[in-house]
């Protein structure tokens, strides 16, 4: 990779909104965040972030791969689980400083916790308790997490 | 808003990715990450971060309500355009630190560059060009910037 350098620099606000030539943004931490959704369902599976090689990576091999803030280091996702995200489509925002995935995941499942998407919780609008409560939009889970991952680490942090 | 406290503490990983309560994780800027699609289609529209008021303020009023990093202040979407998000669903990933808003779109807008969602270009996968050439997914603009925001300063960022 270390030969490839596909991206264009930033030279004016209408190059980067209006024109044709890949220049993203990285943060002061070298990431550029990233949302990934179903393409068939559009559902949000996962948000993430990518470094340099993480997105060059996944341009290259067509599979989503991301920077791993908890292990720091590059990951390419379902690697371990088997659950690979195949890039249907890449979409870059207006001012290139966030990337949105479209994969197809051999699997369906995407959550480390054992669910199809992250996001399996929704919070009530208008609510008055406090704290507020949570409800489960998916019940059932797809996998195993223990049987997956094993006695990995948990990524989550308090 | 200073009255209400509806945030659970995080105790445990076992709480925050298979409990009940609302406990959400703000980042060393105070920020959490939001993506936000359309309701409807499921097309991702635009990303970007609240903080902790602009959660309450999105949970309260139904309208999302987003920290805008350029103008640094709270961000109530669409009071300047016309193109106020109303939440249909909002959700909360399995580590609680980043949410996923439905939204319904008065006018169909979400980018001030003028296209319906700021996620208007696609990027080639197993391309070899340097630098890489993006595709336009929009061909017109949906509303003129120029006309709605008038000279009020770009947000976009080199």
């Not at 966030?98 to 669910?115: D, F, N, P, Q």
């Not at 990995?152 to 308090?158: I, M, R, V």
Request: aromatic share 10%; charged share 25%.
């Amino acid at each position: 990779m270390a030969d490839w350098h596909p991206f264009a620099g930033r030279t004016s606000v209408e190059q980067v909104e209006e024109g044709k030539l890949l220049a993203p943004k990285f943060d002061t931490n070298g990431f550029i965040p990233v949302v990934t959704t179903d393409a068939e369902t559009g559902e949000v599976l996962m948000m993430g972030v990518m470094n340099e090689d993480a997105l060059l990576e996944t341009i290259r091999t067509g599979d989503a791969h991301y920077w791993s803030r908890s292990r720091k280091c590059l990951w390419h996702k379902g690697a371990t689980s088997g659950f690979i995200q195949k890039v249907v489509e890449m979409r870059i925002d207006d001012d290139q400083d966030a990337i949105w995935l479209r994969v197809a995941v051999e699997g369906s499942a995407s959550c480390h916790v054992g669910y199809r998407s992250c996001f399996y919780r929704s919070v009530p609008l208008d609510s008055d308790k406090a704290p507020i409560e949570l409800s489960f939009t998916e019940t059932v889970k797809v996998f195993d997490p223990v049987e997956v991952y094993g006695d990995a680490p948990n990524p989550t942090q308090l």
